[in-house]
């Protein structure tokens, strides 16, 4: 799924049918940490964006 500016990266997990403690298991951290990092997008960086989409797609394919 590629992310566009109109949905949320929360929207984005929702959509592919992850859990949001796989798509942390699957970039390192914990659960509560992508919880951290989701609660508020606007100053989510780029680095930690990438980091959840590319999980996402890495999941995918498996």
């Given at each position: 799924m590629t992310y566009t500016t109109?949905?949320s990266i929360k929207s984005v997990?929702?959509?592919?049918?992850?859990?949001?403690?796989?798509?942390?298991k699957a970039i390192g951290i914990?659960?509560?940490?992508?919880?951290?990092?989701?609660?508020?997008?606007?100053?989510?960086?780029?680095?930690?964006?990438?980091?959840?989409?590319?999980?996402?797609?890495?999941?995918?394919?498996?």
């Amino acid at each position: 799924m590629t992310y566009t500016t109109h949905n949320s990266i929360k929207s984005v997990i929702k959509e592919s049918t992850f859990y949001q403690w796989q798509v942390a298991k699957a970039i390192g951290i914990s659960q509560t940490t992508l919880i951290v990092w989701l609660r508020d997008e606007k100053t989510l960086d780029d680095k930690r964006k990438n980091k959840i989409l590319e999980a996402i797609e890495e999941l995918s394919e498996k």
